[in-house]
């Protein structure tokens, strides 16, 4: 199956620091990328989709300016949390799309964040 | 409206039985899959299986069934003979549209039903 990168896969940062995930497709081109968050014991959340060389749509309630996100090129897209708060704190996860399989989606291995 | 619904927030199975996790979806778009995906206490998000709304089976994967009833919008989980190694959170999702366009591939996910296997 396909392969997904992230890094790092967890942090601890001080409060009012950024912090940047990477997710890497490392054997499939990802002309869309989907950035999820899930808080403990809930469900995931799509914050944001972000095609390759164009601004991200960000889902309503997610902050652009306080989340940004970079798809440069097909194989990896970033998240740079700026200005973490504690409420910050939670999993991440990345999942590149690619257009020609329709039958499965997957998912980087998410970085759990928590913001002191 | 949720467009995912998981009424059980957790079940329990005994080892080598078989158990059901439900999973009711909402959607106008006659164009839609549904994935069902295994989340361990790593966090990772594991495939199980999928099935698109123009399939006429119902899909399997190994030891993974999905009980696809179009007409009830219901798309439960089957695993049969279940494993020690089964205990985690399942989560039910739904991705709406055909491929091509700028959002395909948004799934909504479930609330998530936590399932514990006991020897």
């Known amino acids: 199956g396909a392969v997904v990168s992230q890094h790092p896969s967890w942090v601890i940062c001080k409060s009012g620091t950024s912090v940047k995930i990477e997710c890497r497709s490392l054997?499939?081109?990802?002309?869309?990328m989907f950035w999820y968050r899930q808080f403990p014991k809930q469900s995931l959340m799509l914050m944001a989709t972000s095609n390759e060389g164009s601004k991200a749509t960000y889902e309503q309630g997610v902050e652009k300016d306080k989340f940004l996100i970079n798809h440069a090129s097909l194989t990896l897209s970033t998240l740079t949390v700026t200005s973490a708060h504690p409420e910050d704190s939670s999993f991440y996860i990345c999942?590149?799309?690619?257009?020609?399989?329709?039958?499965?989606?997957?998912f980087g291995p998410g970085t759990r964040l928590t913001v002191l | 409206a949720q467009k995912i619904t998981q009424t059980q927030p957790g079940m329990f199975v005994q080892e080598k039985e078989a158990v059901t996790l439900d999973c009711t979806y909402d959607?106008?778009?006659?164009?839609?899959?549904l994935f069902w995906y295994k989340q361990p206490s790593s966090g990772e998000m594991i495939f199980l299986i999928y099935q698109g709304s123009y399939d006429q089976q119902n899909a399997t994967e190994g030891r993974y069934s999905l009980n696809f009833q179009k007409a009830r919008k219901s798309a439960n989980l089957v695993i049969s003979a279940s494993q020690l190694g089964d205990s985690a959170m399942y989560f039910c999702?739904?991705?709406?549209?055909?491929?091509?366009?700028?959002?395909?591939?948004?799934?909504?996910f479930g609330q998530g039903t936590i399932l514990t296997v006991h020897p």
């Open positions: 999942s590149p799309i690619a257009p020609e399989v329709t039958d499965t989606q997957y």
């Open positions: 959607t106008s778009d006659p164009s839609y899959g």
């Open positions: 999702a739904m991705r709406e549209g055909r491929a091509g366009g700028t959002s395909y591939g948004k799934l909504t």
């Open positions: 054997d499939f081109q990802a002309t869309t």
